[in-house]
């Protein structure tokens, strides 16, 4: 395993730094105005946003200002997030801030990634909205990787089939 690496945040050089293994610190630093004082540095506790990613509050000139950890990161050792990119977990996991598990990638290669690690909330889903089971033979398979349920659309095709019918017969003429 590699040594962790600590690197600079750009924005916040000499107050902040990342690791590569997906941890945050701040440095030693005066603070105060008209009386200063030492602040110690020390290795910050992330907390969890409402999405379930770890964010840490960064201040700089008294301007608090939250972050989440991965972005943090990506900055430290990637570099500027390229536009249209956004920062993408390889493992899925929000929590996994390592460098090693980071990569800028577009909006749809992320929303894939979380289908292919399970976390997408509709590729979790083990039945339908009318309680079948998604299972082989229940599960029909679109050409776009979503999934159809078997029962379900057998029901809509013969509701729309009696429906044709009724629609069909000539209507009756009245002398």
Known sequence: MAAEEWRAIPGYEGLYEASS???FRSLDRIAGGRRPWRVKG???????????????????DGVP???????LVALAFLGPRPAGLEVC????????SAIANLRY????????????????PLASRTHCRRGHRYDEQNTHRR??????????EQAR??????TSRVNRQPARQVA
């Open 157 to 162: 095709a013969q509701r729309r089939k009696k």
């Open 143 to 152: 050409s776009d990787g979503g999934r159809r349920c078997v029962t379900c």
């Open 42 to 60: 020390r290795v910050l506790k992330p907390s969890l946003n409402p999405n379930g990613y770890p964010f840490v509050v960064l201040s700089r």
């Open 65 to 71: 200002k939250s972050m989440a950890l991965h972005r």
């Open 21 to 23: 293994v997906g941890r």
């Open 105 to 120: 990638d577009t909006a749809s290669a992320n929303a894939y990634d979380s289908v292919r690690h399970g976390t997408h």
């Open 89 to 96: 977990h390889n493992d899925g996991d929000k929590l996994n």
